[in-house]
């Protein structure tokens, strides 16, 4: 099958190395950078991607252009993997394929935009074929990407879902036939209308960070009532209503879509007659979270940061990403550098992306490893829980310190193991 994939993210690159994998002939698009060295040039961490993209680009099978013409007269099947703020340029798209296509096609949408998108990307082909008098039909897919960083390859080929919103049986048929090999142990895909579709992966974000918002709330109350939130999550979690994914407290979750999401949500909700105010509390909750860490330093050193010496693990917004867009560590570095103390930071993949954000300061030293930015640190922040962090040498971390106090934002460490070692530990919730 010839498929035209749009996009540079990695979800779009995920998407045109796997199903080139399998066969097919893919053209990626992309209007906003060159191409030419996209496997070496990429800062993307995703593991095997890199490896799989050169691998289809050397077989022949993967094609990579610039030009939206191009992409629009080569696919049968159109894959729209944008970022959600690029509306436009999809509306661009959709405009290109109807001006060139000559015979039917399948328009798959798989970029989070609001609900209803899809439908007027949809009648933006349908008008151009009707301007033209061309007969040819271009069926709607809507198929949220479930894909997660550190795992996409995985999650694309062996799925929990294929969640196919549309109202063509022929085009639910098409996509069945190209995701028959990663569909054979058993059947995972599930239909709908392209809005239900589009609403069922808002639905679902909001609602894994309700459980996370929920539990940080739960994390005060452990706090503050003498309770220990770890064993109040396996308790939760044991109850099989529950369960025990999303359950774990910290410092608010981050990325570049997640609050994104749940905000859109928020607003279709407000536009459909209620008040939202449940997931307004969700984001209110998860941007006071943020400032958990910087409140437990602020108490701990009597009200008083000038001229103390952090050392932060972890600037990433999750393990197996270098993306520090909307981080809670990079609030955390920002908001104790406006205290006047300063920052040793280590993060294993996000150190460009660090540099690149708070630029060279006095103030911010960039360590080579873990261990090199505990040396004269008052206190060691964890604001990412890489598996780096999980074990280290608390001996030589003592050691190395000028206090050893740690502040752990992802609960790693236990509170009875560094009280007996002589740490100063503060947990989230424990």
């Not at 196919?164 to 098409?174: F, P, R, T, W």
Request: with cysteine; charged share 25%; hydrophobic share 40%.
């Amino acid at each position: 099958m010839k498929i035209t994939v749009y996009g540079s993210n990695p979800p779009a690159l995920v998407t045109a190395a796997c199903l080139a994998d399998i066969g097919n002939d893919l053209l990626l698009v992309s209007a906003e950078s060159p191409f030419s060295g996209a496997v070496e040039e990429s800062q993307i961490i995703e593991p095997g991607l890199k490896k799989l993209l050169q691998q289809q680009l050397d077989s022949g099978r993967l094609h990579l252009s610039q030009s939206l013409e191009e992409g629009a007269r080569y696919g049968e099947v159109h894959c729209l993997l944008l970022s959600p703020d690029q509306i436009e340029l999809a509306e661009t798209i959709a405009r290109y394929i109807g001006a060139v296509m000559d015979g039917d096609c399948v328009l798959v949408n798989r970029t989070t935009f609001p609900v209803g998108s899809s439908d007027r990307l949809h009648q933006i082909v349908r008008t151009e074929l009707e301007r033209r008098g061309v007969s040819g039909c271009c069926h709607l897919i809507v198929e949220p990407d479930f894909m997660t960083e550190g795992r996409m390859i995985q999650n694309f080929r062996r799925p929990d879902r294929i969640l196919l919103g549309s109202n063509s049986a022929e085009a639910v048929e098409i996509m069945r036939d190209l995701y028959a090999p990663y569909n054979r142990n058993r059947d995972v895909v599930m239909t709908m209308s392209p809005r239900s579709a589009e609403l069922t992966k808002f639905a679902s974000n909001a609602m894994l960070a309700t459980r996370i918002s929920f539990m940080n709330e739960m994390a005060y109350v452990a706090e503050d009532v003498g309770a220990d939130i770890e064993e109040v999550r396996q308790g939760m979690g044991s109850d099989k209503r529950i369960g025990y994914d999303y359950l774990y407290p910290g410092t608010g979750f981050g990325g570049p879509n997640f609050a994104k999401d749940v905000a859109t949500l928020a607003e279709t909700i407000r536009a459909a007659g209620s008040a939202g105010q449940l997931l307004d509390a969700v984001l209110e909750i998860n941007e006071q979270q943020k400032e958990v860490l910087f409140r437990k330093a602020w108490r701990h050193f009597s009200m008083d940061l000038k001229g103390r010496r952090f050392a932060v693990w972890g600037i990433s917004y999750k393990p197996g990403s270098s993306d520090i867009r909307n981080a809670p560590g990079v609030q955390l570095v920002e908001t104790l550098l406006a205290q006047g103390a300063s920052v040793n930071l280590y993060d294993p993949e996000a150190m460009n992306s660090a540099r690149s954000h708070f630029g060279e300061q006095v103030a911010i030293t960039y360590g080579e490893g873990r261990d090199s930015v505990l040396e004269g640190a008052d206190a060691l922040m964890v604001m990412t829980e890489w598996k780096a962090f999980w074990s280290p040498d608390f001996n030589q971390l003592i050691d190395k310190m000028k206090t050893p106090v740690i502040f752990d934002g992802r609960n790693l460490y236990a509170p009875e193991k560094m009280r007996s070692m002589g740490i100063t530990y503060y947990g989230v919730g424990r």
